[in-house]
Structures are given as structure tokens and as C-alpha cells.
């Protein structure tokens, strides 16, 4: 069965550091996609990235920073210059033949 | 606009009622999830359906849930004699097969 594990329930920064939101996860399968999402206080999850298993190159999009290792199973996201607008939970999923499996969310909360 | 969206964004009812939620996919899209999310919690899948196929119910938590797809679009969500563990945020997402999940702004049902 396939889990993810996101094992930072809070985070709290101040504005303008950088932070890291670890994802470890666990498959059988070979083809799978990881994802993030975020959830501002809104509510609503908001996509930000999919990477696919054959494809362990990092990415950078502005602050936003993946980076996928396959070898420790890990997707983490870093946020670069953190800005109290990135306050929100963060979700971490995996994707294999149809269904998304969640990890349990980081709160990430940016002061000024 | 074009997302998912939901329908109502707030349910109140009283406990052992039936309620239906609503969801209209992005157009086009031919998968249709359910999800659940209670306070704090990580998303719980709920339901799956992908065009014409049986859809996939085994995440349903009882069986006075309930869902349907009506022509390849719109799906409803029914509880059953809403019991109060059922309060929580009922998310509906749409993809395309195994692309992204993009999820709706999510409905909010208080069981009293």
C-alpha cells in the first residue's frame, strides 16, 4: 500500500527565512506521481507541482524549490524568502494507478 | 470561471437527515474524486469515478454514503442520517486519467 509521510506537523519562520517541508513516501509501484499542494486559510488546495517518478531532476519555479531523490524516497519543498503570504498547510500526495494518498499536511506559518 | 466547482459552500442540518452534495467537474475532465477532510485532518478518499466504469467505492466510510455521476459530468454526494462524525469539508477533484487532480473550493457540512 502506499503511504506518505510528512512528518513536520508545524512549522513557524520568520518572514524572509528559508524553510524546507520534508515528504517521505512509501511504493511498490515504479510509475507513480508526487505532488504538492497548498491550502491557504481559504480552504481550497491549490496545485504547485507534479513530478513523475522517471524524472528526478529538480525543479525551481520563483521562491518554490523541489527536490526529488528516489533513493531516500523523499520530495521535499523549500520556500526561499518565506513571505507571510505562504502561510497555509502544505500537502505532499502520491499517485499511482488512479487514487492521490495525502500525507497529514505541514501548517507553515510565516510571521512578519 | 472554469474550475470545480461546489455546491452549497456551507450545509447545516440536523442529525440523522440526509444531505446531497453537489460537484461539476472541469469540462471535459473524465475522472471525478471525492474526498473528505475533517478538522485538522489529512484528505480521506472517498469515491472515484472514471468515464463508464463502475466507480471506485472503497473508500466510502459506511454505507449511508453515497454517489453518482450523471452523464460522464456532474456528481452528487448523499449521507445518509447524517450522524455528527460526518461534519467535515467534502472536496471534489477532476482530472484527466492520471494527470493532475484540481479540486473545488470544497463544502463545509455541520451536523448538529
Known amino acids: 500500500a502506499q503511504k506518505v509521510t510528512q512528518a513536520q506537523t508545524e512549522i513557524s519562520v520568520v518572514e524572509k527565512e528559508d524553510v524546507t517541508l520534508d515528504c517521505v513516501y512509501e511504493?511498490?509501484?515504479?510509475?507513480?506521481?508526487l505532488f504538492w499542494y497548498k491550502q491557504p486559510p481559504s480552504g481550497e488546495l491549490v496545485f504547485l507541482i507534479r513530478r513523475n517518478s522517471f524524472d528526478e531532476q529538480n525543479e525551481i519555479s520563483g521562491r518554490y524549490s523541489w527536490n526529488f531523490q528516489k533513493s531516500t524516497s523523499s520530495f521535499n519543498f523549500t520556500i526561499t524568502a518565506s513571505q507571510v503570504v505562504d502561510s497555509a498547510v502544505y500537502f505532499c500526495a502520491l499517485s499511482e494507478l488512479r487514487q492521490l494518498t495525502f500525507g497529514s499536511g505541514t501548517q507553515l506559518t510565516v510571521l512578519p | 470561471g472554469a474550475g470545480v466547482s461546489q455546491s452549497p459552500s456551507n450545509k447545516v442540518t440536523e442529525k440523522g437527515k440526509d444531505v446531497e452534495l453537489r460537484c461539476d467537474p472541469i469540462s471535459g475532465h473524465t475522472a471525478l474524486y471525492w474526498y473528505r477532510q475533517s478538522l485538522g485532518q489529512g484528505l480521506e478518499f472517498l469515491i472515484y469515478f472514471q468515464g463508464n466504469s463502475a466507480p471506485d467505492k472503497s473508500g466510502l466510510p459506511s454505507d449511508r454514503f453515497s454517489a453518482e455521476r450523471t452523464g460522464g459530468s456532474v456528481s452528487t454526494l448523499t449521507i445518509q442520517r447524517t450522524q455528527q462524525e460526518d461534519s467535515a469539508v467534502y472536496l471534489c477533484?477532476?482530472?484527466?486519467?492520471?494527470?493532475?487532480?484540481?479540486f473545488g473550493p470544497g463544502t463545509r457540512l455541520t451536523v448538529l
Open positions: 477533484a477532476s482530472t484527466l486519467l492520471r494527470d493532475t487532480q484540481y
Open positions: 511504493t511498490r509501484d515504479t510509475t507513480y506521481y
